[in-house]
């Protein structure tokens, strides 16, 4: 264990870098606190002073002048010490907001940078909660924690020295409870953040639930599943709620002892001070500034225990936070060297195992797409037909064999030029909250016109749905493109992908949702854009029976090649699914 929370201590060292970044404006911070508390320790000083003067007698002509004068001057304390309060919180709690904002803009960096294989195996709801939750935590260590920590250090080495001036025994004695005051609220403290990190827990629980119910609420509502839905999510609220119920329950003893602790120093100072005082070692304004010295230790010393826990919540966020930031991306761009693709791949005894599962998706597979050919590649669910795109647009590396882009291994090209030449739909389309209009210009690297939008849109046989809206291109769609069918969506992916203009379109099972009348005009328009090379996967024979080649995949292995006619005559696995689809068509 002790173990474990040096090893998150360390991964506070991690922000080192954003104290050096903004070490002025700390360094100016850390001037104002001790400004600040040396006005404030001035403030009983003088209190203690003008105690003693009204003891020794003040004659009666000079009372209002002199009771002018002391509030004069203690609202000039005041105003001084309040002065460098808000200088102080100025320049550490502006200085962690500026640190939490470059900190969250680092991690949604991170995220942009990371791969497939990360999105894989990470939910969206955990990955959120990191990027809001564990940030304000580590911003509360950043800003009241470092603020407290100093200001407790500055306070107690002003206040211990003026204390032990006046008399060392009743320093001692008075400042007995408040180490065991820290002591007691450290152990409240650690309580809390034990608690805090399961309350912390659950909520990324409850996030991700709420996120995955939410864009598949269409799901839940068609198979009617509202109230186990609506019981899981009730269920992981009521644990929420249940240790935060704990977790308030432990914070109720933090004010208790406070005050308990601070109830006997300042019976102790009384008590002890008037033995002094009795036999003259004191005065009776040297008791009343201990009062009031120990009441402003008070809350420093008690803020120790609020600050260990701070301190440990940022610890452990910081290290949910490194987790990814120290992940690196296995796909790198490995040359700037400017790239234009010319139309042909081949794929060289390639082999794919996905490392999270165990399953070899792609065995030794081998094909070539040569320049203005079109390329189908047709089998059954989980045969590896995706995975292949996955693997040409190097989302993920081959374990062996070799991916060539115009003779050049894949490795060895510019990806981010080869990305900007291709255009991908997706088999699961991805809609935009936003217009019709930016989803289509999403995919171009530059501001579409309005006729490059009608073209695009008529190609993919979407132009006439969208005319049928209100607002036409400035329609605004819901989450993922709710309001509109499955296949306007699919037709709306194409055209984004159109709009590039790319040298490569792959089209991933992306008319899945259109009829068979629909699909054959999309394709026509595709046969007749000016594109290199083009590849589509489909189960459906109707979308790739005009490729001047298919491959039919089966667990990986490419067990069939040709045209369509070739294969039907072929009578292999390609007829077998062609006479199947027919018979369902009942053609």
Request: with cysteine.
């Amino acid at each position: 264990m002790a173990k474990i929370g040096n090893y998150r201590m360390k991964s506070l060292s991690y922000l080192n870098k954003y104290f050096f970044k903004y070490k002025w404006r700390f360094l100016l911070g850390v001037l104002f606190i001790i400004g600040q508390n040396f006005f404030k320790v001035k403030m009983p000083d003088f209190t203690g002073d003008v105690i003693d003067e009204l003891v020794d007698g003040v004659s009666s002509e000079n009372v209002v002048s002199y009771a002018i004068n002391v509030g004069l001057i203690y609202v000039g304390l005041s105003l001084a010490a309040g002065l460098f309060l808000f200088l102080q919180r100025q320049t550490i709690i502006v200085m962690s907001r500026f640190i939490e904002f470059d900190l969250k803009n680092e991690i949604y960096h991170q995220y942009q940078e990371l791969g497939y294989t990360f999105y894989k195996k990470n939910s969206t709801g955990d990955l959120m909660n990191r990027i809001s939750e564990d940030v304000t935590k580590v911003r509360m260590y950043l800003g009241p924690s470092l603020m407290y920590s100093i200001n407790l250090v500055v306070l107690t080495v002003l206040v211990v020295k003026n204390m032990i001036q006046i008399n060392g025994y009743l320093t001692i004695f008075v400042l007995i409870p408040l180490p065991i005051m820290s002591f007691l609220i450290y152990r409240v403290s650690s309580k809390m953040n034990k608690l805090s990190t399961k309350v912390q827990e659950e909520q990324s629980y409850m996030s991700t639930l709420a996120q995955e119910y939410f864009s598949g609420i269409r799901v839940v509502k068609a198979y009617g599943r509202d109230n186990e839905v609506s019981g899981k999510f009730d269920s992981s609220a009521e644990r929420y709620k249940n240790k935060n119920m704990r977790l308030v329950l432990v914070n109720a003893l933090f004010m208790p002892t406070i005050f308990m602790l601070i109830g006997l120093s300042t019976l102790l100072c009384i008590y002890l001070g008037g033995l002094f005082y009795g036999n003259g070692d004191i005065t009776l304004g040297n008791i009343l500034m201990y009062i009031i010295y120990v009441n402003l230790l008070t809350w420093p010393f008690a803020s120790i225990g609020w600050v260990t826990s701070l301190v440990q919540r940022a610890s452990a966020s910081q290290t949910r936070i490194n987790e990814f930031l120290n992940e690196h991306n296995e796909i790198q761009n490995n040359t700037n060297e400017p790239f234009k693709f010319n139309g042909e791949i081949e794929f060289k005894n390639v082999t794919f195992t996905y490392k999270t599962s165990g399953i070899e998706a792609i065995k030794d597979l081998s094909f070539k797409i040569r320049r203005g050919e079109t390329l189908g590649i047709v089998g059954r669910t989980g045969s590896g037909k995706s995975t292949i795109l996955a693997l040409l647009m190097r989302q993920i590396e081959p374990d062996s064999g070799l991916i060539l882009i115009d003779g050049v291994p894949l490795k060895e090209i510019n990806l981010e030029d080869f990305r900007l030449s291709t255009g991908i739909v997706p088999q699961d389309v991805f809609l935009f909250s936003d217009t019709i209009r930016n989803n289509i210009a999403f995919g171009s690297a530059q501001e579409p016109t309005d006729d490059e939008l009608i073209d695009v849109a008529k190609k993919a046989h979407v132009y006439n749905n969208i005319l049928e809206f209100e607002n036409k291109f400035d329609t605004l769609l819901g989450e993922r493109g709710v309001n509109l069918s499955g296949g306007q969506k699919q037709r709306v992916s194409i055209a984004r992908a159109l709009i590039r203009k790319p040298s490569l379109l792959l089209l991933d099972d992306c008319l899945s949702a259109v009829d068979t009348e629909t699909e054959e005009i999309i394709l026509g328009h595709l046969r007749d854009s000016q594109m290199e090379s083009s590849v589509i996967v489909s189960h459906r024979i109707s979308s790739i029976r005009h490729a001047q080649r298919v491959i039919v995949i089966d667990a990986g292995t490419k067990i069939e090649e040709g045209s369509h006619d070739e294969l039907i005559k072929l009578k292999g696995r390609y007829a077998e699914i062609y006479r199947k689809q027919l018979d369902e068509l009942g053609e």
